[in-house]
Every structure is written in C-alpha cells, then in structure tokens.
C-alpha cells in the first residue's frame, strides 16, 4: 500500500481508513472477528508494519483512521474470557458469546473498550 500513497494523495484523498487490525486466527480476513485487540495482525506486518504504513502517510499528508470493533471478538482462539467477566450469555452474536456491557461487573468491561477508543 505505501508504495500507492502517491497516487492517492493525487487525486485528493486526505485520509486513509484501515480495515480493524487485531490478531484473528488465519492469514486473511475482514478483520472483524479478532481475538487480541491490541495485537496487530502478523500477516498484516504486525506493530513494524502498521507503525511503517502510519509514518508514511504521515509524511504523504495523509491522516490515517483505524476502523474498531466493540461489538463482539471472535470465537476461535479467544482467552479473554479467562481473565474477567468481559462475556455474557444474555446475548448472542453470529460470532458467539456477546460482550457483557451491561450485566453484573460489566463497569470494568465498559472501561475497558472506553479507555481503548481514547489512545491517541
């Protein structure tokens, strides 16, 4: 994609949106089924790749905007389950269990999604 940039930035485009990067299981995918939402994919380049891709368009004069998703993890090779109340079983998703947002000790899984979506 970098070596594109260009040829964006030329026909006006301001920003680019990245489909979500967090680790899913397998090599290709839309993205919206990750199961470690601070690991960027490695078949993506993993963190070097994506901070290369950022930097570059940086350079080029374009923002970039990371697509996220707060609304279920993927059920294959998800953990995350194991180390806090982050499921329930209230709801269900096509992708499983759905996020516990407000059931009992849902304040710290609410914090949670909430802190990620203010790093900047």
């Known amino acids: ?8 930035r030329d026909l006006g485009i301001t920003a680019v ?6 680790q899913f299981p397998g090599g ?3 993205g919206y089924d990750g199961t470690y939402p601070f690991a960027v994919q490695n078949t993506y380049g993993g963190p070097d790749g ?4 950022v930097n570059a368009c940086h350079r080029k004069g ?12 993927g059920p ?9 109340p982050y499921f329930t079983d209230r709801y269900r998703t ?3 269990t759905a996020l516990n947002f407000d059931g009992p000790e849902s304040d710290e899984v609410r ?3 909430i802190e990620t979506h203010s790093i900047g």
Request: no cysteine.
């Open 1 to 8: 994609m970098i070596g594109h940039l260009d040829e964006l």
């Open 17 to 22: 949106e990245l489909m979500p990067v967090g």
């Open 28 to 30: 290709r995918n839309w």
């Open 50 to 53: 994506l901070k290369r891709l």
């Open 62 to 73: 374009l923002a970039v905007v990371l697509d996220v998703v707060y609304n279920h993890l």
């Open 76 to 84: 294959e090779g998800n953990y995350l389950g194991d180390f806090g």
């Open 94 to 96: 096509p992708w499983g």
């Open 111 to 113: 914090r949670y999604f």
